[in-house]
């Protein structure tokens, strides 16, 4: 358990400000049911809606609605909770707010609610982490990997490998306590083994980490280009919308613009940016610095040419410039003006499509080859399976596939790998938060919203 000392009663209203048909009060706490005395003149019975009026503290109805009252251990919190389900006025939502404060909560803080489900042992901390997932995710596939990983789907993976790593732990361990036994118990245990099939596994939710925190945070693409090459007639491609002006003045574009798109459920988040090229113009230099800050933070740069011209070596300069870790794709635009059809090729190990941004011919292969760089196969529904995954838990399971490879490399020093093994197990088990500082989850629940 992970109870912790003392807590307070808590209160907030748990749906959005504003006008609604339903607003909800969510109360979690041992005063739950003495607030339920004041406000409703009774304490609901467990588990049964209830259709009654909500009282001030002179016994004048402020409203009345359903009430909702959870027996501690069986609610979200864990707690003894109770939920006011009246008319969704922001007056009256204050009002009986107000009301479950005099009466002995206090206001709840941001997370508080999932925060003591998780500490009350609920749910574990990724499970936690789906919650606000699953409340922010911008698109129909982030919901549905948000609700898998809020099922226990993530948490179950991570305990399992966590199960194998520690019965390793175990026997390696064990064998070093009895050194007199002169055996090889390195391979009478078939450590080796076992590691490697620990390894692999943990590479398989690695690469599942990658799609799940895909789905959560979006691919950042930014258009790299000299200018009046089409990067602003791609981005509208795109967007399918005239965000951005298209001329034939170079130089017209001098701020980044960004937009949003989806593709197959995935989040695009697409910034055209300054051409790049020798200027004189001071304002122009501003942008194409500014182009470069964006590049810099890109997880893609499409690259655009015109496919009349090629790849000339103004743009192989350029290339020299551009992050290592920035995954690139060449466009060749303006096949509209040469006998070429559209394609989709990899020449010398690098993406190559060729488009018309003007008449949107080969949109659909630039979209399948940003999936395909993703790890998503376009137009299918390849992403069943995925879990959402945070930054952190991909860093988390990189220091566990560190230390696992690190552990290979000891197999004549016991002792060595016995320490690999167990800093594998601690940064695994923070995944879960079995092992997780304080201010971590201060910072993890600070980001949710009032009354969840």
Known sequence: MRLAPNLDTIAAIATPMGAGGIGVVRISGAKAGDIAKHLLGVCPPNRLASYL?????????IDRGIALFFKSPHSYTGEDVLELQGHGGTAVMQILLSRCIESGARLAKPGEFTERAFLNDKIDLAQAEA?????NAS???????????????????????????IDLRMYIEACLDFPEEDIDFITKGKVEEKLSNLTS?????IASARQGHLLREGLTVVLVGQPNVGKSSLLNQLVGDDHAIVTSIPGTTRDPIKSSVQIDGVPLHVIDTAGLRDTSDEIEKMGIEKTWISIEKANIALFLVDAGRGIANYEKTILKRIPQDVLKVWVHNKIDLLPKKTSSEIIDGEHHVFISAKKGEGISNLKATLLKIAGVEYGKDGNQGIFMARQRHLDALNQVGSHLSEAKEHFQSPELLAEELRQAQTFLASITGEFTPDDLLGEIFSRFCIGK
């Open 139 to 165: 698109t129909a596939e982030a919901a549905k990997s948000a609700m898998l990983s809020l099922s226990g789907y993530f948490s179950n993976k991570i305990n399992e490998l966590l199960k194998d790593l």
């Open 53 to 61: 009026p909500f009282l001030d503290a002179k016994g004048h109805v």
């Open 201 to 205: 596994r943990m590479d398989e939710v």
């Open 131 to 135: 919650v606000a997932d699953l409340i």
